[in-house]
């Protein structure tokens, strides 16, 4: 029998701890969401993010940008968040439309306003195992949910479905860091069974419902699922949440896991370089 991580009930706890926080500052933090386009999914995840920076009490400024916006132009506007002291926080929602080069973009913001820590020089930092300015948001929320129910990291092998920029890959290098075993696979890994059965923790980020099934799974095993597939069932993750249910000691439901999770450290790491940046003013 498995014990269900309420991830919207830590994020609530979060949000609410910062909501307080805030209260008492004169000056409020301030976060700038950029979007390029008009992705349905991406437009209410803006929205979701611009709801809750409200209602924790920040600032926040959201700049929708036509879908074929040229690079220079959305460097620009990049530019002018870098230098606006008012605003602590850049977050570029992705995806980016395909004929603008990412990486030049995400590389403009300055890194301690990076609040995704998207760019080399946090992600950088992370990998080497030193002190980012912040840490992705969805890795975080998923090794704060793991420490929240006692689930040891250390020693621990653990098994990361997918190697995006996002997820997969800094959670391998943060779960490393914290003396994990880890195994990272891709579409292209060949014995998928074979080592998701001999792992302890799962966590899969590849975006295909019902991709983990119990044929994949050990008893006792935990299962971290953070696919959000829109399908015409509704919102579901990778993972078979029915047939894995009573095989796992701990599982993320899809919604209510590590969605609520990822908008909490959002606003966490925008608290965090507010903070970081008023202690560097005087
Ligand atoms: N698109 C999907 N997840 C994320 C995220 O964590 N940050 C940004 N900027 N875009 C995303």
Redesign the pocket.
Known sequence: MAVIIDGKKVANEVTENIKQKTSELKQKPKLAVIIVGENPA?QI?VRNKQKKAEYVGFNSVVISLPVDISEENLLEQIYILNEDKNINAI?????LPENINKQRILEAIDPIKDV?G?TSYNFGKLALGYKPYVY???PKGILYLLDEYNIPIDGKKVLVIGRSN?VGKPISFMLQNRNATVTMANSHTKNLKEISLSSEIIISAVGKPNFITSEYISDGSVIIDVGINRTTDGLIGDVDYNSVFDKTSYITPVPGGVGPM?IAM?MQNTFELFQLQQSLII
Request: charge should be negative; glycine fraction near 0%.
């Open positions: 991406s995840y977050l570029i929602q992705l995806p995704d998207f992705p948001c969805t996002i990822t959002l």
